[in-house]
């Protein structure tokens, strides 16, 4: 099949003529359409120029670039990417730990040794405590169709079964805490909307740095072309900031509903608010539209003008909390409030704090306020990347779980300590009738193509102490491209192919944009296999082989996926024609605004919250009584947020970790060129480094209760004082001490969840820094 592919190629890609590459014609050179597709929310083109099987050069997307169909251009690292297809470290052999657990002392093993050691491991464990011992983990590498996760849930349920988890390490505060306010986490508009705005307040969302989906950043440049107004509010002067916006609003970090109720004492005082959209669509912005039985006092309004609590939200006690100068809060109110339509657009930083639901739910509660709710060029708030226009193609089956029980993914390490203590009050859902606890701890890891078991959750420390003691877990299988600091965990460890070395589809987050087939280039390196490939075949080692893959192929089950496709798009070609060209892009007549039918009719189209309205009171809320996750979104101080906390003062800085340009998360953290490109670091403002007597590029170590870090600094005027940044996704590197030499933020961050969602916290954490050495 691939012979084939590879014949037609070069002629046509998306429908239309590529332009000339002089190298396609050279005879001895083969373009492979493929892509890449890693959890940037991204999706772009990448041809791999193959030569004697060998990749030598990789290209992207260059249709011609138009307005309604941009082209899908590769990042750098996704133009990086032959070094990682030809790393040294590439995992291309089966390996069987020899060392204590985490050691990463690993012996090369033939495939049949591996695939019966994990076999037996399996058979073991689900006759000794059942099959919700099992834990596929969460996280993985790609965001493809065929992403090796969804390999292992199907080996696991066709197995037997395994404890399932919810949420997401990115957004489970915010898809948590959206629907209790407009009944659905999809609450976005699609990007070519953005046009329509005529302001636009990105909101700690800083997608010319994360991607976030590929071309967001020119979605806003064609609207700021075609007149919007730019606004960051980010406590960095982050890319975002400097490639697209009009003004930078600065604020202590973790302070942003404390901005936005500032914001809405401006709007309310000066009777900015869309009143007649509140009496009609929402509820709980004011007394008189309360839910009954909700206590006076309880609304929104009262609240902000201190009517309830005596304190009344105004712009100078916002001042205190958050630094911005009270007469700047004042006037980005007044601008929001007076310029219609305006989309406030929200990343994910601020659902990953403390008291992350309280922010998102805000940003409703100001959409709804100035009356931008269903109409071009605004937004709702909550997870506005998200959209309900999805792709139509069918997810690969993971097959039916008989265990209903599910855990908030960022508590799995608690499900090993003490799962059988943890149940509602600990956010476990679908507790079988009669059950009110999880029925064992968890025993048995499968990890595929991820790095969440170590690197990437929160307190590294806490974390490895936890995987490292064999009488907490039984077994771990790993299955990567490289030995992770997740995968040096594995007791059977499994080589898997790149991208380059399968076929795959990947399509972008939530648009319903476009999709990418991703040709096999070359073959597999070493011994590495698909995880289809690892999976079926200890399916097969377990006796449930044809379950597992019903006698499919990848490519039979990736042509099954896309079926509906040609079913909902008379355009879309068939199976082997789309993958000569390698993109379909599916057209709209208009773009998708959320809520559209809604706000044309609230009767015929409410939206799915108990009362049909924007919920700004939620009476769900109110009769869950959570601490901390009351019925309206308020500002709370945060544990490990600022002053007003006991640790301040022996740990007097904030630490998190944004997302690196040069790395998806962990991955690409070991790419050579972009280490040289953009080297991890501790970025720190001036102000903090002086006294600590701290210059630029000095070592400095950086720690709290939980663990130490050592890294070199950054000095930079473009974040705020009081703040300090290490990018998330170094690999997690100890020294002798236990002090981690390769800036992992994750040694600093706490395990703690947020309160409603118990979600990641992970950029809530209070730090210390001092110099090392120049
Ligand atoms: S990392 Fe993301 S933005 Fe970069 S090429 Fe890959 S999918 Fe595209």
């Not at 014609?25 to 060998?54: F, I, M, Q, Y």
């Not at 740095?209 to 007149?227: D, H, M, P």
């Not at 079926?536 to 996926?561: C, H, N, P, Y």
Request: with cysteine; hydrophobic share 40%; charged share 20%.
């Amino acid at each position: 099949m691939l012979s084939r592919v590879l014949s037609s190629l070069g002629a046509m890609v998306g429908g239309r003529p590529l332009r000339a590459e002089p190298a396609l014609r050279e005879g001895d050179v083969t373009v492979v359409p493929s892509g890449c597709a890693h959890n940037c929310g991204g999706h772009c083109v990448l041809k791999a120029w193959v030569k004697d099987g060998r990749i030598v050069r990789l290209t992207t997307d260059e249709r011609p670039d138009l307005d309604d169909d941009p082209q899908l251009r590769a990042c750098p690292r996704g133009r990086s990417y032959l070094r990682r297809i030809y790393h040294p470290d590439r995992l291309l052999h089966p390996m069987m730990r020899v060392g204590a657990r985490g050691e990463a002392r690993f012996e090369r093993v033939s495939w049949e040794e591996a695939i019966d050691s994990v076999a037996q491991a399996m058979v073991r464990a689900r006759d000794r405590y059942g099959p919700a011992a099992f834990l596929n983990m969460h996280g993985t590498g790609g965001a493809s169709l065929f992403a090796g996760s969804r390999m292992s849930q199907r080996l696991l349920n066709v197995f037997g079964g395994q404890l399932n988890h919810h949420n997401s390490y990115s957004s489970a505060a915010a898809r948590w805490a959206t629907p209790f306010s407009l009944g659905t986490a999809d609450a976005g508009h699609s990007p070519d909307d953005w046009v329509n705005a005529r302001l636009i307040l990105l909101w700690g969302f800083n997608p010319t740095e994360t991607v976030f989906g590929t071309n967001t950043s020119y979605r806003l440049k064609l609207a700021r072309r075609a007149g919007a107004r730019i606004v960051v509010i980010d406590p960095r002067f982050s890319a975002t900031a400097q490639a697209l916006a009009d003004d930078w609003v600065p604020l202590r970090a973790g302070t942003d509903s404390a901005l936005m109720d500032a914001m809405a004492f401006v709007t309310i005082s000066e009777g900015l608010q869309d009143q007649a959209f509140l009496d009609r669509y929402c509820v709980g912005f004011d007394e008189e539209h309360l839910p009954a039985g909700a206590p006076v006092g309880a609304s929104y309004r009262s609240y902000v003008l201190g009517l309830s609590d005596g304190i009344p939200k105004t712009p100078a006690w916002a001042e205190g909390y958050t630094q911005i100068p009270s007469e700047r809060i004042v006037a980005l109110a007044r601008e929001f409030a007076r310029t219609k339509p305006a989309a406030l657009l929200a990343g994910l930083s601020f659902n990953r704090r403390a008291y992350g639901e309280q922010p998102v739910r805000g940003t409703v509660t100001l959409a709804a306020m100035t009356g931008n709710v269903g109409i071009p060029g605004g937004s709702p708030g909550g997870v506005s990347y998200s959209i309900s226009r999805s792709l139509p193609i069918a997810e690969f089956p993971r097959g039916r779980n008989p265990i209903p029980e599910s855990i908030p993914v960022f508590t799995w390490t608690d499900a090993i300590v003490r799962g059988t203590e943890m149940g509602a009050a600990d956010g476990v859902t679908n507790l079988p009738e009669g059950q009110s606890r999880l029925r064992t701890n968890v025993r048995f890891l499968f990890n595929t193509a991820g790095n969440t078991l170590v690197n990437q959750h929160a307190n590294v420390n806490r974390t490895v102490r936890i995987l490292g003691d064999p009488s907490l877990v039984d077994f771990i299988v790993g299955i990567d491209q490289f030995i992770t600091p997740s995968a040096r965990f594995a007791d059977v460890l499994l080589p898997a192919v790149t991208w380059f070395e399968k076929n795959d589809i990947c399509g972008i987050w939530g648009h319903g944009h476009s999709l990418i087939f991703m040709n096999q280039a070359i073959a597999p390196l070493g011994e590495c296999r698909t995880d289809y490939d690892i999976c079926a075949a200890i399916a097969d080692r377990l006796g449930v082989g044809s379950e597992f893959t019903e006698g499919k192929s990848e490519l039979d089950w990736l042509e099954q996926m896309v079926a509906p496709a040609r079913e909902a798009d008379p355009s879309f070609p068939s199976f082997d024609e789309f993958r000569r060209r390698g993109v379909h892009v599916f057209k709209y007549e208009r773009p998708h605004v959320a809520f559209r039918e809604f706000r044309a009719d609230p009767v015929e189209h409410p939206l799915a919250t108990p009362s049909g309205k924007i919920e700004i009171y939620s009476q769900r809320l109110a009769d869950m009584a959570l601490e901390h996750v009351p019925p309206i979104p308020r500002f709370i101080p945060e544990w490990e947020g600022g002053p007003w906390d006991p640790l301040f003062e022996k740990y007097p800085l904030q630490a998190f970790g944004r997302h690196y340009q040069r790395r998806t998360h962990s991955i690409f953290d070991n790419v050579d060129w972009l280490e040289e490109s953009q080297p991890q670091r501790i970025f720190m403002n001036p102000i903090d480094a002086a006294p600590r007597g701290i210059e630029n590029g000095d070592l400095v170590r950086v720690f709290n209760d939980r663990g130490a870090i050592e890294i070199r600094a950054r000095l930079t005027r473009r974040i705020i004082p009081g703040l300090v940044d290490v990018p998330q996704g170094g690999w997690w590197t100890p020294d002798e001490r236990g002090i981690d030499q390769r800036g992992n933020v994750n040694v600093l961050t706490s395990e703690r969840p947020t309160p409603g969602a118990r979600g990641n916290a992970q950029h809530s954490n209070l730090v210390q820094v001092e110099k090392v050495r120049a």
